[in-house]
Every structure is written in C-alpha cells, then in structure tokens.
C-alpha cells in the first residue's frame, strides 16, 4: 500500500517559502514544480488521505462520507469524500481529500477542441505563446493516459455504439489516467493494474488510478514539500513585509492556526479558491471586481437511458466483485464526440458513465419508479411495456446487476453554456447565483440529442434522478469552472495569464498584481471547455509554473523529464512557435529539450 504522505498538524512551521492551499490537479502540480525549484513548500488540504483500500465499499460506508450544505442544510462530516453543495440554481458535486477531484472523477485525459481558445476571453499571451502546449506535454508525462485495450468488448461500449450510429458518429476509445499493468506512477508510487471493476469514481480501492496523490503529490514529498490535511484555509492577509498570512481551521475543531509565507498558490477548486479570495476581500484585501463571476458549469448534463433493449453493465462491482457479470471496464471508456460543428459552442461531448458499486444496493429503488414513470420513450406495443415491467420488477427483487437497471446507460454530457453564473458569501459560505442557467439553450440541445441517444438502444430518456426527484430539479455538475477567471488586467479578469491576482488598489485598468499571490486551478478558466477539464487545468497550472519559475530565475530540476517518458507533443492548440522564440529567447534551457529544438528551429527559418 502507498505510504502516508500527509504528517500531522503538530509539525507545521510557521513560515514558509510557498504555502499551497489544495491539493487537486492545480495543487499537486504547484506543490511539485515549487519543491522541485528548491522551495519550502507545504501543501494545506481541508479534507482527509485515502490511499488505496480506504474508499467506501458499500451504502452505509458511502453514506459516512458524504457532506451535503447548502440551502440552509449542513449534513454529513466536513471532510467527507462526497462533497455535495446545493443551490437555487444549481448543485456541484465536488471530491473532499487529498488528490482532490482526481480521487473520485472519470480520469478522461481529453484536450478541448483548439477553436476554444479563439474565444477573447482567454489573454492574448495563453492564446499565442508556445507554453500551454507544453503544459499538456508535462500533464501527460505525470499522469500517463492511456485508452484500456478491452475498450471496444465493454457491454456499455457496445451499447454507446449503438446510440452512436443514431448520428452517424463512432465511439472513440478515451484516454485515461488509469494504469493497465502494474509499476510505478511518475512519483514513484507502485500501482496495481486495473481490474476494470468500474468503481472509479467511488474511489480506487485497487491503486490503479493515477491520482494526483500518487503523482505530482508524491513527486512533491520526493523534493522535501510537507502536506498537511484536514486544514480548511478561510483567508489571505498582506503582510507589511510583503509576505502572506495564511489563516486556517482545524477540522473538526474552532482551533485556528495562522502561517506566513512569501508565496501563496490558491488552488482550493472554482468553490474553494474564490470562496477564500472573497472572504479575504471582505477583510480588505483589494481585488478585482469581476471576482465570482463567469461561473460556468462547463455545459454539464448527467442523464440516463433506462432500461435499454440491450445489456449495458454500467455498474460497478467493486474488488472483490460483488457480482457475477463481464469486466465492467472503468467509469468512462466510450466518447461520442459531436465537437465538429460549425459553431464551437453547439459541440457536444458524450461519454458512458460506469456507476460505483458502492450505491449499487440504492439503484433500483432510485431509478425503477422514475424509469416506469418519470422516463421518456418511443411508442411502444403492448408486448414490449410488458417486457420493460418485467425487467424493472426484476431489478426491485433481484437487484442492480439484473433486469432493467442492469441494461440502463448513464450518459455524461458536456456542452457549453454561456458561463455568467455568479458566486457570492451568503452568511459566510460560498453560493453560486445562476437563474437563467438550467433554461440555457445549450440544455435543451444536449436533452434532444440524448432522447435520441436512449431511442437508438430502446431506453427511456430520464434525466439524472439525484438532482431531479431528490434535490429540486435543478442541474448538477461536476465540472464547475470560473471565478476568479484571467484577464488582460483588473478591469477584465481576477487573474492575469500566469495566474498573479490583480491589485485593483492601483485601479481596475491596472495590470498590477499582489505579489506572490497565485491561483492555479479550475476558477482561472474564463469560459466553457467544452470537455472535461482535468487535462487543460493541470496544462495551465504547469504553464503558471512554468511563467513563475522563469520569473524568479529558478531551476525546475527536471532533466528533460517529459522528453524521456515519450510523451507527445499536443496539437490540440495551435500557437506560433515564433511568438516564444521573440518573448522568452534565450530563457528556455531549463524547460528542457523542447525548448531548444523549437527555437533553434525558428532560428533557421
């Protein structure tokens, strides 16, 4: 098993060079690339470890870890794993842990499609130089994605084609950062192979998911950077000395500690980073006026076809397997990619979504009523209802992995919205302001195309039953992005493109910037993706740190790292290679090999 990485509060030192608060995708890559620079780093997490074998394994284990605030509820422990918050408008569900989202999601390792960046919102200097790109190279040297062989002979793959062919589409195997045979991660940290149970997203039990923990965390741990959990950071203070004061709560406790440091990278998630920034501000802290704004649910829609014509599988059995059924495969593994429409914001990205075995024993009571009666499908003669009753009333007595619930898909969809949510401090907690989103066109379009996707395999179209029967009927998302997004300056965005927070004391048209004060992680994004963001989050937290050391004129001690594991250089965002050659000449040497062979190839032309 892993070894602990985390040590106990006792140990922390007052001051620190670099003090990461987070520990997610932008997080573990600041905690890494910091400590690699020969900087004293700490990492603050407000949620507890898990390592391998600790991740609820059943309804009561999984019940224990779920919190659920929001709309004047406050349920479940603080530092659950299942982090659900509720809105007016819109509910997220977010991961409580170290490693972040990374130790609960889908592991889809997907670029957006390179028209994305065209959008203005995004500064000139993420748009054109050579930087972003590289970012996804050393992303995908650390987390090593990789498609599953057994993709295409997975029954919810099979049943995804089908749905496929109703738009004249095929299903693409999705690159994930999943290990398929045993070894080390990039951090050193031994793996088991996958054994395509399909618990992802309820959390690896067997150690073949490449989390964050067992990467840049772990890398970050090999370069001397301490992690402490179950510290809920509340708020940043400007020292007179030009040093941050980092004020934390110990959880579980009213104990609150206060650490210095010469740099602070927020990367607490779009929730937790602005809900810092804002309560900072309110204590005096001069920012930007556009922050918690742009929240954008990156166009998420989690919809079922049930009880389809054709076994799915799409239930996870856990290891040991609960159940007597083919390889489920990972949660994710299919992707029907509708990208290539003329406009980019009527693109449409749909996967198949491998439930946890965990909430297996919930399911059948969950989706059997609303299937029979809340789910939308095509007319149907008498035989066939008869036999849709008899698949549903086999589900109730039989359980999950038979009948109808056994042959149900659960689709992911992600689109683009139009990214004008609002978050806000209601009563000291964060609250997302969204009332035109849930009637957004781009729901209507992802809600027809996947009743056409139910139709192709004779499901029901149903949308995701949590958030409709039991928490309003509101959306629910798992990829939420923005607010404290990138700029020009203070009068356009929070951050600038190497993710500084600006100062709005100099004026909101000011490019000025707290010095030392970073954000690294979803809420810097200023638009929908389109896809699933973890790719694109850790390209840019890399390219922050990338900017940071350059800055400083610090070693990142890393040897040519990406270039020796062979990853490939992404095509997925065209920029000239010209505009870093003309910006950072001479200033490459230590991004390694790359670097070189692409000024040097500017230079002959």
């Keep these: 098993m892993q070894a602990p990485l985390s040590r106990p509060a006792s140990e922390l030192k007052a001051h620190y060079d670099a003090i990461v608060v987070g520990s997610g995708y932008g ?35 999984a019940g224990a870890q779920m919190q659920v605030s929001g709309q004047g509820l406050a349920i479940g422990p603080e530092t659950g794993l299942f982090d659900v918050r509720l809105g007016a408008d819109i509910h997220v569900l977010m991961a409580c842990g170290l490693g972040g989202t990374s130790l609960i999601n889908a592991n889809v390792c997907l670029s957006p499609d390179p028209r994305v960046f065209d959008d203005p919102a995004w500064p000139r200097e993420v748009r054109t130089d050579r930087l972003l790109p590289e970012g996804y190279v050393r992303a995908r040297h650390m987390l090593r994605p990789a498609a599953s062989p057994a993709t295409m002979s997975y029954e919810k793959v099979q049943a995804l084609r089908l749905a496929a062919s109703a738009f004249e589409h095929p299903v693409k195997p999705v690159p994930l950062h999943v290990t398929y045979e045993s070894g080390p991660t990039a951090g050193g940290v031994h793996q088991e192979a996958c054994t395509q149970c399909g618990d992802c997203c309820g959390g690896c039990n067997v150690g073949a998911k490449t989390t964050v923990a067992s990467t840049y965390l772990a890398d970050a741990c090999s370069f001397g950077a301490e992690i402490f959990t179950r510290l809920r950071v509340r708020s940043l203070k400007k020292q007179a000395d030009g040093t941050w004061s980092v004020n934390a709560r110990v959880a579980g406790s009213s104990e609150v ?57 799409g239930i996870g059995v856990g290891n040991p397997p609960k159940a007597d059924v083919p390889p489920v495969g990972q949660a994710v593994n299919g992707l029907i990619d509708l990208r290539d429409a003329p406009h980019v914001r009527d693109g449409l990205a749909i996967v198949d979504c491998a439930l946890p075995s965990a909430f297996a024993p919930l399911l059948p009571a969950m989706l059997v009523p609303g299937g029979a009666i809340l789910g939308e499908r095509d007319e149907r003669g008498l035989g066939d209802i008869v036999e849709a009753v008899r698949r549903s009333g086999e589900s ?8 109808a619930v056994h042959n149900t898909q659960t689709f992911l969809a992600v689109g683009h919205d139009a990214g004008n949510g609002v978050m806000r401090l209601e009563q000291d907690r964060i609250v997302i302001e969204w009332t035109n989103g849930p009637k957004q066109r781009v729901f209507q379009h992802i809600e027809e195309t996947l009743k056409t996707a139910s139709a192709a395999t004779g499901g029901a179209y149903m949308r995701n039953p949590v958030s409709e029967r039991m928490l309003g009927g509101n959306l629910m998302t798992v990829h939420p992005l923005g607010g404290c997004t990138m700029g020009a300056d203070a009068s356009s965005g929070v951050v600038n493109h190497k993710g500084q927070v600006f100062d709005a004391s100099s004026g909101n048209g000011s490019g000025a910037v707290h010095a030392g004060l970073y954000v690294c992680d979803g809420a810097v994004i200023p638009c929908p993706l389109g896809i699933h963001p973890l790719l694109t989050i850790t390209a840019l937290a890399e390219r922050a740190m990338m900017l940071l050391a350059i800055d400083h004129g610090w070693d990142m001690n890393e040897d040519d790292a990406p270039l020796r594991a062979g990853a490939p250089e992404p095509a997925e965002v065209p920029v000239p290679v010209a505009a870093v050659a003309k910006e950072k000449k001479g200033r490459f040497a230590w991004l390694g090999r790359l670097g070189r062979q692409e000024t040097a190839r500017v230079e002959g032309d």
Excluded at 48 to 57: A, I, M
Aim: proline share 3%; hydrophobic share 45%; charged share 20%.
């Design 396 to 403: 109730l007595i039989k359980g999950a992995y038979e009948g």
């Design 27 to 61: 997080g573990g890559v600041a905690a890494s690339r910091l400590a690699r620079c020969g900087r004293k780093v700490a990492v603050l997490e407000r949620g507890s470890e898990f390592r391998p074998g600790d991740f609820p394994d059943d309804a009561m284990a």
């Design 257 to 313: 500690l206060s650490l210095t440091a010469d740099i602070v990278v927020l990367a607490a998630g779009t929730l937790g980073s602005t809900e810092i920034l804002l309560r900072s501000e309110a204590q005096g802290l001069a920012l930007s006026h556009w922050l918690g704004s742009r929240f954008t649910s990156n166009g998420d829609a989690i919809v079922l076809a049930y009880n389809n014509d054709v076994p799915v599988n």
